[in-house]
């Protein structure tokens, strides 16, 4: 099965794209960037210089994913989230002259699988989103997200836990959660949590 880009979509040459992957209009994919099969790349997003991204991802419309950002699969970043990749970003240097590639190292954001980028968020590198983890539309991440947590505001911070399904955990007590759509269940243990065996 073959992949498909729109023809105002910018694709370059040496990037990869999987099979079953589209790329829609005025989308920018850039050199050497990874893009595993059955992916979404929407309208006006940005891929940028050696993204890795897994199978079944959808980057929605105007989002930006800068390097070194790496997305595992089933991940969703939302309309016109931002993973970005400079921690102290500047346009020129302390002497005024202007700032060249190899003025400055960029640290990257990881998005493990099966996590969610709520529409607008902005992820500020270098962060880690745990597993199936869920932020919350607008919210800034500054600090690691833990598998399996819902985060939001500014700072984003974690207000409660979500399954696979992406609905919020029931709490059962005592350190014990279930999943009310799949009927999965949970153990949190210092401020983790873990699917039951």
Known sequence: MRYSVQESAQVHASAEIGPGTGVWELAQVREGARLGADCVVGR??????????????????????????????????????????????????????????SD????????????????????????RVGRWAMVAAGAVVTRDVPDFALVMGVPAKRVGWVGRAGERLEDLG????????????????????????
């Open 44 to 101: 006006g997003a940005y891929i940028g210089t050696g993204v890795t991204v897994g199978d079944r991802v959808k980057i929605q419309n105007y989002a930006l994913v800068y390097e070194p950002a790496r997305l595992a699969d089933g991940v969703f970043v939302g309309p016109a989230a931002v993973l970005t990749n400079d921690r102290n970003p500047r346009a020129v240097n302390a002497d005024g002259g202007r700032k060249g590639a």
């Open 104 to 127: 400055w190292a960029a640290v990257g954001v990881d998005v493990a699988e099966g996590a969610s980028i709520g529409a607008r968020a902005v992820c500020v590198a270098p962060v």
């Open 174 to 197: 005592e350190g014990h959660w279930e999943c009310p759509v799949d009927g999965t269940r949970f153990t949190e243990r210092e401020g983790a949590l873990e699917e039951a065996s």
